[in-house]
Nanobody, 121 residues
Framework: QVQLVESGGGLVQAGGSLRLSCAAS????????MGWFRQAPGKDREFVAA????????TYRDSVKGRFTISRDNAKNTVYLRMNSLTPEDTAVYYC??????????????WGQGTQVTVSS
């Protein structure tokens, strides 16, 4: 059974930092792109960041560029999202996702249950 389990969410003040982790299990994730989406109350789920198996291609949504850093440890089947300079607009449930190949979208194959990130002003 494939599982993606997120951790590291919580409540932080504006300007603070958090690091999210997503531990994957149940299969090998060789050649899988992994990344993060988020969904704020009343809004659609949106792409945040993604990283390919080799780490050779990394993409971010514009609003998090320069503040968020995605990385992965393939030996641990884990992907991370370091979030700095957080603002209340970053408040959302953050979801980990994995998909075979080079494209991560809302139709990705595997999803985690989500972890809440709340940024207070």
């Amino acid at each position: 059974q494939v599982q993606l389990v997120e951790s590291g969410g919580g409540l932080v003040q504006a300007g603070g930092s958090l690091r999210l982790s997503c531990a994957a299990s149940g299969r090998t994730f060789y050649n899988y792109i992994m990344g993060w989406f988020r969904q704020a109350p009343g809004k659609d789920r949106e792409f945040v960041a993604a990283i390919t198996w080799t780490g050779g291609t990394i993409t971010y949504r514009d609003s998090v560029k320069g503040r968020f850093t995605i990385s992965r440890d393939n030996a641990k089947n884990t992907v991370y999202l370091r979030m700095n300079s957080l603002t209340p607009e970053d408040t959302a449930v953050y979801y980990c996702a994995a998909n075979r190949g080079l494209v991560l979208s809302s139709a990705s194959e595997y999803w985690g249950q989500g972890t809440q990130v709340t940024v207070s002003s």
